[in-house]
């Protein structure tokens, strides 16, 4: 199967930056049948719900709460995604889950997430 692995969370002051990473690896007939690929996250009390996601051809698409904040980007090559994180918001602080689909929306994958801390 495809296993994703987060990095690039931790504690940062408001207004500050972070940049997740999420790199796919395992089959890779499976790795090369990814499409999209995207961040998720879940508020407290919250159901999961998508932060920003990028096709295989470089669309993509924002949650309202994110754009001209956040950057989605990917690496073909590397079969990596990136989420840089600009003006963070206390109310951003959450678990950010990468996932990867084989058609360009939805999910089939994901990884276990990583943290994202913003102090007031």
């Known amino acids: 199967q495809v296993q994703l692995v987060e990095s690039g969370g931790g504690l940062v002051q408001a207004g500050g930056s972070l940049r997740l990473s999420c790199a796919a690896s395992?089959?890779?007939?499976?790795?090369?049948?990814?499409?999209?690929m995207g961040w998720w996250t879940q508020f407290p009390g919250k159901r999961r719900e998508l932060v920003a996601a990028?096709?295989?051809?470089?669309?993509?698409n924002y949650a309202d709460f994110v754009k001209g904040r956040f950057t989605i980007s990917r690496d073909n090559a590397k079969n990596t995604v990136y989420l840089q994180m600009n003006s963070l918001k206390p109310e951003d602080t959450a678990v950010y889950y990468c996932?990867?689909?084989?058609?360009?929306?939805?999910?089939?994958?994901w990884g276990l997430g990583t943290q994202v801390t913003v102090s007031s």
């Open positions: 395992g089959r890779i007939d499976k790795i090369d049948r990814i499409n999209a």
């Open positions: 990028i096709t295989r051809d470089g669309r993509t």
């Open positions: 996932t990867a689909a084989e058609l360009p929306y939805g999910v089939d994958y």
